[in-house]
């Protein structure tokens, strides 16, 4: 590195003694001969340089003396080369290291890392799909730092949480911004989009890196840019397939000593009971035994009294994701055209659910002159045929253990399985169920833009960028006709309420989102001072329009069609309108290629808001210094390679407002109208017409180590976000005629780590190698303040906000305890006693992310893995509250539900003076009466475990065939064959006996809670074939 | 060249007018509300019917537990039991939704009251002020101390402090003798407008029966504080301007009770409760009759026992295993509160084996035929029962607040609850019913029955009002109980994990309001549902 001082020296030394001048010609291309055209070759330290022509050939003016050439050009590495007696000079330029790579940032502009002061990171095409994801979100997971890609559900239609650094709004949004080609899309789009024709995903950590997109880019940003052709390319196609298969991987852990009932006996036994559904009964016995009443025929089920231990896993089915994928993609010296097909083909877990999804995509771009010209289009269809019913996992986990619940699927035929003669005297079976709630939906997605560009001169260039969405979704529930025996009526409890008549729903949704951006750029050298400009101005409209219908007594029971019902049909419809315009602009200034200083500022003026407060203004700057290059000694070593510090600061707003929120409202009660006569109800909330935006200011550091020439590389950051003026809805005594009020209220920070460790090959040992790279993912947070009087929010479910601890913790019913931590037992019952208080618990949100990504290649084999922990975070598994109800669970068979001595209890003989430790008061009676109908279920803590897994996310093995097994490449030119596995294991602390703490309820911010209502969790495995013409 | 500075001038001149069309209002200008109304466009004509309904279905449909508790109503055996409710060990979530739910119903009383007064709407306010006394007293009968001075202002008093529960009641008193000035002075214009008559769902627009309908409701809250020895020159004095005032009370056949154009599709919250669903099935296998009251009414050979319940659907089969005896007539059948589920040995407490809420046996529209509790899909919802209101007036009598022949004014109580049930399916009818069955019991001296044999006149008066509350309020039957002294004696529920010797006297305050509104509601000092009594308690 002491020799670039030298040159920069000579450099110097040459311009100030004259300017005599040398010719210099050549041609750039990369590895296999291609010509690079645009590649730039400039006369390092000096301001002179050119572009390479559409040969790849470029002439260059430099003075005479020996000078460096530096060479470079998007996605390939920058080279150097100092000059010699020849004035011809051809170069190769490789396709570049990680380090070099450009990176697209806010708006779709492309910046070389070392301009960058906030952090960025990118995941390309392969790595985001070579587990075959169907749905983009989840080929990111475990990749970058920052970023929490939540999966908050099973099944068909799930939805994922995408969070980026934590949080920023205790009750708003906190989901990352979505852009897609340059167009900010809805978030929900992104499972709309093909990930096979991703060319790659740049993730916007921050608000920083955001700040040209105001409020909406506070959460950070998803950047999609789909593939384009590549210039000068051969045609190329490519086809796909694969098929996957999905498991479930477990299900809570359940007792399995007793049958059903649902009453004890004078002795504390349970009584055996051959309607329930609940397992409060006998023991098992292998005897056989009666099970559901005796049948208007006189029939009686009879089976052994045995524990069936896979009926409740065999339930499941196994599901199957078949996708099959062609593109072509082909492009000249002035044009670039993509072309992509992909269906999926999804068969759920859930017997009988399914989905088809078929994406079209086309992008095309033409340069002509001065101007260009591109149209991205999408088109997505998914269709979905599933159950509406959320109790089909309740009952089939409340299905006592001895019953055959497989042997019950033939419900419309089975004599068994059939309505009047299913055992369970008041829940159904769980494939009947499935049969008669369901839902046919369709969701249309199309997405256009049309991107024009003028470049009238060297340093001006405008572009203006017209994108276009509508979304169109259609949904048609049934529930069908329930008929039951006459005596069934009589004699069977689910059944007393008689027939069940059909009934129909219908929802119609329609979304567009018109978003104009237009963008002038501008750059301009001045020395060793490089000098970009930037103004925009964005207007969007979005409206939406939403129409439901139902109708209830079906006349013809099979006839789902809303006229066909006798009574007032419901009906509602929802309009929203929402406008935005914004004037944005950022000046950056380069200092002699080392040092970067960028100035952002942007003015929103948005619908939502208050007339009067509607205006609002954002500014934002950052920095990034090449201090390798300021300094090269530190350098010069072997060690370090280079080394880069970047901070960055933004003031930022989060529009945590609907539209329409500014004023209070009344609705239409329940029943209202009647007749002629309408009854309105004030709603409960009261709106604000003074509400502001929530700020956000944010503020990061960071640097990026490169060690042993660009071997291992190491990025590390901090950032710090205060939140203040929160857009909350603030509890309100019910007393004031309402429960909530709107305001603008509390104040929280949120801060974190983030490290990003790449080991480019960790081995090479012949043609194996083995990378690793890890992240690692430090976030928490503190509320500072809530609202005047008040210390603690509920966002819902058990997650509060409590001034002086992380957003969010758990508050949840626990024991009384001692105050060493021991529960306190009623010393003549044995029972131990419910806090009436609710208790502060750990918090929501994970502290600790930390992925791991290897990967290992030997000529055409690679295997790739992904792995991933999450941690420093807790989750209230009511699933087990829920299923403890029915008896079923390991925790509901604690102790043979015989008589024990409650674990770490306490009690007291002088009214809570002292407290002596209980090693000898049992439970007056431990069976049903304590472990259902008490405090016990109540008390949530008896279900509260930590969320912490490692899963195994991915593992790929793939074989590329070599050439020459393709006939030299003639016709195919490449061919691979993959074997992937997804969620293949997963590891949990012992505590955790329910479910997968991944499934936390919500996209929104209440999380940390599982349910009955979700579905099991699933591994994923298949194989995946793919050909290139 | 110049060609391309023509584009750049284009470029310029279209850059520019974008910018500066960023921030025109107009464009921006979308945010009025399309989906919701808002006060600008909301009158109390719009709000009071539901504010109405929401009142009336309260009173019909919300106080299950304590037809429980009171000895009517038992759930059957097809539930695990709901041990909270069943032990008393009530917590601050037990019945939450009471406190939220009425504060909000009178929320849109409130709002009422303000835009009719905004609008000069003397009835509309009036009405307001009755309702809004109404709601107050309940909850001063459900908790004691409430918020009032400072309730139902929104932001203005975010966390409402609460107030002494005799001077909520005595400034409600107050409110509903301003709406019945304000009622008189409407007479005196010439009525009720008609439009305005047309949202009144409860009298349709008379103003006379407003006015009955305050007097009756000032009688039944001076009646709560009857047993406090302190409060008799009140009483009295209030009772003197009642009488000056001259309209009177409501009487025989004058329910105030809403109805709305229900139809079979939309039926009245108390049919759809407790009697049939849409499909026309019933609507509940939970609620049964209880086995105290079954038992009261077999002990005096009462008829209504066939009209306050149902015969069960399923007939208990001969030598059937009970866990009690079930005295003829079997096919009234209650079961025992409290008692642990227990199917296998007692399989004939699950719902068809038990009686269900007295009424029509099939589903329909009310005729002058339906009897009992659940009449028909269109029947009125009752805030106040005639039957009550001449309960009312029979214990002012006998306690010799009010003048009249006390004997008389009993037995017209107790024939109007034969009217309202429409024993034997006509008014005729039942007081032809009544008068057998008084007679009858009068020859057996049966002192629950008979005045001339009841050893204390007025605790036969309020054992006659427990029998006839049955299923239409049991929060003033629990009222009742609590300001008697626990009279009648009801059994207690047999859960073996009940806490306490005695029935719960009040409810404690809600979770929410511990969380959001400490301060005040902590002021109040710490809450014991057995201890600390409702302030008219003795």
Redesign the interface.
């Known amino acids: 590195m002491k020799k670039h001082l030298l040159v920069l020296l000579l450099v110097a030394g040459v311009l100030s003694f004259g300017y005599a001048q040398r010719t210099i010609t050549g041609k750039v291309t990369d590895a296999v001969g291609e010509p690079l055209i645009g590649a730039s070759v400039l006369v390092k330290g000096s301001t002179t340089g050119v572009v390479t022509d559409l040969d790849g050939s470029y002439r260059l003016e430099t003075p005479s003396g020996t000078v460096v050439l530096v060479f470079s050009y998007t996605g390939f590495s920058t080279k150097e080369v100092t000059t010699s007696t020849s004035n011809v000079i051809d170069v190769v330029l490789e396709e570049g290291i990680l380090l070099e790579e450009a990176i697209v940032t806010a708006l779709g502009i492309q910046k070389q890392p070392r301009e960058v002061g906030f952090s960025v990171a990118q995941i390309k095409n392969e790595d985001l799909t070579q587990a075959r994801v169907t749905k983009l979100q989840n080929g990111l997971v475990g990749k970058v730092s920052g970023l929490n890609v939540s999966t908050v559900n099973n099944g068909i239609g799930a939805d994922t949480r995408i969070v980026l650094r934590g949080i920023r709004s205790l009750t708003g949004n906190n989901q990352a911004l979505l852009v897609v080609d340059g167009t900010p899309m809805p978030l929900g789009f992104i499972s709309s989009i093909n990930p096979n024709d991703v060319e790659n995903v740049n993730v916007l950590k921050g608000a920083n890196a955001a700040t040209l997109y105001g409020p909406e880019g506070v959460n950070g940003v998803i950047v999609v840019t789909t593939k384009k052709g590549d210039s000068g390319s051969k045609p190329q196609i490519t086809i796909g397939n694969s098929t996957l298969f999905e498991r479930v991987s477990f299900l809570p852990e359940f007792q399995t000593r007793f049958g059903s009932?649902?009453?004890?006996n004078a002795f504390g036994d349970g009584?055996?009971?051959p309607?329930?559904n609940?397992s409060w009964g006998t023991e098992f016995n292998g005897k056989p035994i009666q099970i559901g009443q005796v049948t208007e025929d006189g029939k009686v089920q009879e089976i052994p009294y045995t524990y069936l231990p896979d009926e409740k896993f065999n339930f499941w089915d196994l599901g199957q994701n078949i996708q099959n994928d062609v593109s072509v993609k082909t492009g000249d010296k002035n044009s670039s055209f993509f072309f992509s097909v992909q269906n999926v083909g999804i068969r759920a877990t859930m017997p009988g659910d399914k989905a088809n999804r078929t994406t079209v995509r086309l992008n095309a771009a033409k340069t002509m002159g001065?101007f260009n010209v591109g149209m991205n289009f999408g088109y997505a269809q998914q269709v979905t045929d599933r159950t509406t019913s959320g109790n089909v996992y309740w009952h089939v986990v409340n299905s006592p253990g001895h019953i055959p619940l497989t042997a019950y699927k033939d419900h419309l035929n089975d004599y068994w399985s059939n309505v009047n003669n299913y055992f369970n005297d008041?829940y159904p079976n769980p494939y009947a169920t499935i049969y008669n709630y369901r839902q046919d939906n369709r969701n249309d997605d199309f997405f256009g833009n049309v991107v024009v560009g003028?470049k009238?001169?060297k340093w001006l260039s405008?572009t203006n960028r017209l994108g276009y969405n509508i979304n169109s979704y259609f949904e048609h529930n049934i529930n069908r006709n329930i008929l039951y025996s006459d005596y069934a009526?009589?004699?069977r409890?689910f059944a007393?309420?008689?027939?069940?008549?059909a009934s129909v729903s219908d929802y119609n949704y329609f979304y567009t989102r018109l978003n104009n951006e237009?963008v002038?750029t501008t750059e301009h050298n001045v020395g060793k001072l490089n000098i970009k400009g930037l103004l925009g101005?964005l207007?969007r409209q979005t409206f939406s329009k939403g129409t439901f219908v139902s109708g209830?007594?079906l006349v013809i029971p099979t006839l789902f069609n809303v006229a066909n019902r006798?009574?007032?049909p419901g009906a509602s419809?929802?309009?929203s309108?929402?406008?935005l315009?914004?004037?944005f602009g950022s000046l950056t200034l380069g200092y002699n290629n080392l040092l970067f200083v960028e100035l952002t500022g942007r003015n929103d003026?948005?619908?939502?808001l208050p007339?009067d407060n509607?205006?609002y203004f954002y500014p934002g700057a950052s920095a990034s210094l090449i201090v390798s290059d300021l300094i090269p000694s530190i350098a010069e070593g072997k060690l370090l390679s280079s080394l880069k510090l970047k901070g960055a600061y933004a003031n930022t707003g989060n529009v945590n407002v609907g539209?329409?929120s500014?004023?209070?409202?009344?609705?239409?009660?329940g029943?209202?109208p009647?007749?002629?006569?309408?009854?309105?109800?004030?709603?409960?909330n009261?709106n604000n017409p003074l509400i502001k935006p929530e700020t956000v200011k944010s503020l990061e550091f960071g640097a990026e180590f490169a060690f042993f020439n660009n071997n291992v590389l190491f990025d590390v950051a901090y950032y710090k976000q205060n939140n203040n003026n929160q857009v909350i809805p603030?509890?309100?005594?019910?007393?004031?005629?309402?429960?909530s009020?709107l305001l603008n209220a509390a104040e929280f920070n949120n801060w974190g780590w983030e490290f990003d460790l790449k080991l480019l090959p960790v081995i090479r040992l012949g043609d194996f190698t083995w990378e690793v790279s890890t992240n690692y993912t430090f976030n928490n947070s503190e509320v500072l303040s809530i609202y005047e009087?008040?210390n603690?929010l509920?966002i819902g479910n058990t997650s509060f906000a409590i001034v002086g601890y992380p957003a969010f913790v758990h508050k949840l019913k626990d024991w009384l305890r001692t105050p060493d931590g021991r529960i306190i037992i009623d010393p003549l019952s044995g029972y131990p006693q419910q806090n009436?208080v609710n208790t502060i618990f750990g918090n929501t949100n994970p502290k600790h992310i930390f992925g791991l990504n290897t990967d290992f290649t030997y000529k055409g084999l690679a295997l790739k893995v992904v792995a991933e922990y999450r941690g420093g975070n807790y989750i209230f598994n009511q699933i087990g509250q829920d299923a403890d109800?029915t008896g079923v669970t390991k925790l509901s068979g604690t102790n043979g539900r015989q008589r024990f001595v409650f674990p770490n209890s306490a009690y007291s003989n002088d009214g809570g003076k002292t407290y002596i430790n209980n090693t000898d008061i049992v439970i007056k009676d431990a069976h049903y009466?304590f472990l259902?109908?008490?405090a016990f279920r109540a008390v949530q803590t008896n279900y509260y475990s930590s969320a912490a897994f490692w899963k195994l996310r991915e593992v790929v093995l793939t074989y590329n065939v070599p050439a020459k097994l393709l006939g030299g490449g003639r016709y195919v030119k490449g061919a691979s064959v993959s074997l992937v596995g997804r969620n293949l294991l997963m590891f949990r602390p012992k505590t955790n006996e329910w479910t997968d703490p991944e499934f936390s309820n919500t996209t929104g911010n209440a999380i940390g809670l599982t349910s009955l209502g979700q579905t099991p969790p699933t591994r994923i495995f298949g194989f995946n074939v793919n050909l290139t013409f | 060249m110049s060609d391309?500075k023509l584009?750049?001038k284009l470029?310029l001149i279209?850059?520019v007018s974008?910018?500066s069309?960023?921030?025109t209002?107009d464009?921006?200008?979308?945010?009025?509300?399309?989906?919701?109304?808002?006060?600008?466009n909301?009158t109390a004509k719009?709000?009071l019917?539901?504010?109405l309904?929401?009142t009336a279905n309260r009173v019909g449909t919300s106080y299950g537990f304590l037809g429980h508790w009171l000895g009517y109503w038992c759930p059957s055996a097809?539930y695990?039991?709901n041990?909270e409710e069943q032990t008393y060990s009530i917590?601050?979530n037990f019945g939450a939704g009471l406190?939220?739910g009425i504060?909000?119903n009178?929320?849109?009383y409130?709002?009422a009251e303000v835009s009719a007064t905004r609008d000069g709407q003397d009835f509309f306010i009036a009405v307001a002020k009755v309702m809004k006394a109404h709601n107050f007293c309940m909850l001063v009968d459900l908790y004691n101390n409430?918020?009032y001075t400072?309730?139902?202002?929104?932001?203005e008093?975010?966390?409402?402090k609460y107030d002494d529960g005799k001077l909520v009641y005595e400034e409600s008193l107050k409110q509903l003798d301003a709406a019945v000035a304000l009622l008189k002075k409407v007479t005196a214009a010439g009525g009720v407008d008609a439009v305005q008559g047309?949202?009144d769902?409860m009298f349709g627009g008379d103003e006379k029966k407003w006015i009955k309908f305050a007097n009756t409701l000032k009688l039944r809250y001076l009646i709560h504080q009857s047993a406090r020895s302190d409060r008799q020159s009140y009483i009295t004095a209030e009772i003197a301007k009642i009488v000056a005032e001259g309209s009177g009370f409501l009487g025989s056949g004058e329910d105030a009770a809403v109805a709305?154009?229900?139809?079979?599709?939309?039926p009245n919250a108390f049919y759809a409760s407790y009697g049939f669903?849409?499909?026309?099935?019933?609507?509940t296998?939970f609620v049964r009759a209880n086995k105290t009251s079954i038992d009261f009414l077999k002990l005096n050979g009462d008829p209504r026992i066939g009209y306050f319940y149902k015969p069960a659907?399923?007939a208990l089969p001969a030598n059937a295993a009970e866990p009690f005896k079930t005295e003829a007539p079997a096919q009234f059948r209650g079961n025992e509160y409290g008692r642990?589920?227990?199917?296998?040995?007692f399989p004939y407490q699950?719902?068809?084996y038990v009686s269900q809420v007295g009424g029509v046996s099939a589903a329909g529209a009310i005729t002058g035929a339906s009897t009992g509790l659940v009449k028909g899909y269109n029947q009125r919802v009752w805030v106040m029962t005639s039957v009550e209101s001449m309960f009312l007036q029979a214990e002012a009598i006998q306690r010799g607040w009010l003048p009249g022949d006390k004997e008389a004014a009993y037995k017209n109580a107790v024939r109007e609850s034969f009217r309202w049930l429409n024993v034997d399916k006509s008014a005729s009818a039942a007081d032809a019913a009544f008068n057998s069955w008084y007679t009858q019991q009068d020859e057996n001296n049966n002192g629950n029955v008979s005045y001339a044999d009841a050893a204390d006149k007025l605790k036969l008066v309020l054992f006659q009002k427990y029998i006839a509350m049955n299923g239409s309020n049991h929060l003033e039957a629990w009222t009742d109980y609590r300001r008697n002294g626990a009279f009648p004696a009801i059994p207690l529920s047999i859960n073996?994990?009940r806490t306490s010797t005695t029935l719960p006297v009040r409810l404690l305050y809600?979770q929410?309001?511990y969380?959001?509104?400490t301060?005040?509601v902590t002021a109040v000092g710490t809450i014991n549902q057995f201890t600390s009594k409702i302030w008219w308690m003795n």
């Open positions: 009932g649902s009453s004890t009584i055996y009971d309607i329930e609940q001065i008041y003028i009238p001169t405008i009526i009589h004699h409890s007393s309420s008689g027939e069940q008549k237009l002038a101005n207007t209830g007594n006798t009574g007032e419809s929802t309009f309108d929402a406008r315009s914004s004037v003026w948005d619908s939502r007339a509607r205006s539209t329409y500014l004023q209070s409202t009344f609705s239409q009660a029943g209202f009647y007749g002629a006569l309408p009854g309105f109800t004030a709603d409960n009261i603030v509890s309100i005594s019910n007393a004031t005629g309402f429960t009020a009087g008040l603690e509920g009436p109800f009466s259902q109908a008490s | 391309m584009y750049n470029l279209i850059f974008l910018l069309g960023a921030c209002q464009f921006l200008d979308v945010n009025e509300d399309p989906n919701r109304a808002v006060e600008g909301i719009l709000v019917p539901q504010a309904l929401n097809n695990a039991p041990a917590t601050t406190f939220s504060m909000d009178t929320y849109d409130q709002f409430v918020p400072e309730a139902m202002q929104g932001l008093y975010v966390r409402p047309a949202s769902i709305p154009a229900y139809t079979a599709d939309k669903n849409v499909a026309g099935n019933q609507a296998d659907v399923s642990p589920i227990d199917n296998s040995t699950i719902a068809n073996p994990g809600p929410r309001e969380d959001l509104n301060q005040a």
